[in-house]
């Protein structure tokens, strides 16, 4: 069993890690400045598995602060969620992006070094398939970025990549998440974007709650079976699975691999509306809008290779995320 530091520990995909570990018998200790999540998921963390994580309220750029935790927890693993995600926010502040996103992983890896911890996992985005064709296997070239965050995960890739290769020691895991959707079964934690939400399920959520009259569909015009815009969803707790799967792979090898971190199946903006109008009994009012910059017709995945090195494999489907995604918005009215 390992003690494992989660960056970004209290935030959509890390919470939902943190109660898979600790599920399995591992210590979660979570680090995050609450910048886009707040200090009651830990006790809801604690509410679904009987056990309380660790909890740092502190920038991880902020090097002191995070040599404290280490010099205290000494952490056998770190799996490194943080960093700013808002695709357009990334566009209309890079230099906040790349300041945030690399700072953070480079005083991260230094710190690492600095008291002997040898295992990451790194939480990238198939955005750094850039303009290559889907689906995506893990072998497809990267780059190509259309926005500034998703080149943060290019770099941040690069970085790790680099420093595995300079140390033989290091054990890096690069995943490439495809569209996280979905929440806990227990409505206890889900997705709760600050704001007006960028994407497509806090939005159709948001709309079930009456928070939002209606929602955009961006784009019929598309080169898809019904014009709007195909992405592989992959439900958060699968994802969360994918991790512990990824942290017990990184135990036992060294060097850098990269896994895809999705379902391989294909969902319309118009299925993924009805199969959520279906699935809880509700309506979605839509209007079709024009198409959303830098966006793509197609993304999905090539999965073989995470069934057969990790032995993981997503299990729920569109209806699961849908329903789960729904009881946790309901939870927050
Ligand atoms: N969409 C709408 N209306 C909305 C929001 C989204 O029609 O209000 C559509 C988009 O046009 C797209 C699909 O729903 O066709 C999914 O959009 P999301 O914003 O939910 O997801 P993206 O695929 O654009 O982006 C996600 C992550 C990024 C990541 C990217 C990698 O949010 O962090 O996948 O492909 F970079």
Redesign the pocket.
């Known amino acids: 069993m390992s003690k494992v530091l989660l960056t970004g520990g209290t935030g959509f995909i890390g919470s939902h890690t943190a109660v898979k570990l600790l599920e399995q018998g591992h210590e979660a200790v979570l680090a995050d400045n609450l910048s886009n999540s707040s200090r009651d998921v830990v006790d809801r963390i604690e509410q679904i598995t009987g056990k309380r994580p660790v909890f740092y309220e502190i920038d991880v750029a902020d090097r002191q602060a995070l040599a404290d935790l280490f010099r205290k927890e000494s952490p056998d693993a770190v799996i490194h969620f943080a960093g700013y995600?808002a695709?357009g926010e990334s566009v209309a502040k890079p230099l906040m992006y790349y300041r945030n996103n690399l700072d953070t992983t480079l005083t991260l890896l230094e710190t690492m070094a600095q008291f002997d911890c040898r295992r990451i996992i790194f939480s990238s985005?198939?955005?750094v398939y850039g303009a290559s064709q889907p689906p995506f296997n893990e072998d497809s070239p990267t780059g190509g970025c259309s926005n500034p965050?998703?080149w943060t995960?290019f770099m941040i890739e690069k970085i790790l990549e680099g420093a595995a290769h300079a140390d033989e020691r290091l054990s890096v895991v690069l995943l490439r998440y495809?569209?996280p959707v979905g929440a806990h079964a227990s409505g206890l934690i889900g997705e709760k974007p600050g704001g007006i939400?960028?994407?497509?399920?806090p939005?159709i959520t948001q709309v079930a709650a009456g928070k939002r009259d209606h929602?955009?569909?961006?784009?019929n015009d598309y080169e898809t079976p019904d014009g709007?815009?195909?992405?592989d969803y992959i439900h958060v707790v699968d994802l969360a699975k994918g991790h512990v799967a990824a942290l017990n792979y990184a135990e036992s090898h060294t060097g850098t691999e990269v896994f895809n971190l999705g379902t391989g199946k294909g969902t319309s903006?118009l299925e993924m509306i009805h199969a959520f109008e279906r699935a809880n009994g509700l309506t979605i009012p839509y209007v079709i809008a024009p198409?959303?910059p830098g966006?793509?017709a197609f993304?999905f995945a090539e999965t073989r290779k995470a069934e057969a090195v990790l032995h993981w494999k997503a299990e729920k489907n569109i209806e699961d995320m849908c329903r789960d995604a729904w009881r946790f918005e309901k939870g927050l009215l």
Do not use: A, E, H, I
Request: hydrophobic share 35%.
């Open positions: 995600k695709v985005s198939s955005t965050y998703g995960k495809f569209n939400p960028n994407n497509l399920m939005f929602l955009n569909v961006f784009g709007t815009g195909v992405r903006v198409r959303r966006d793509l993304s």
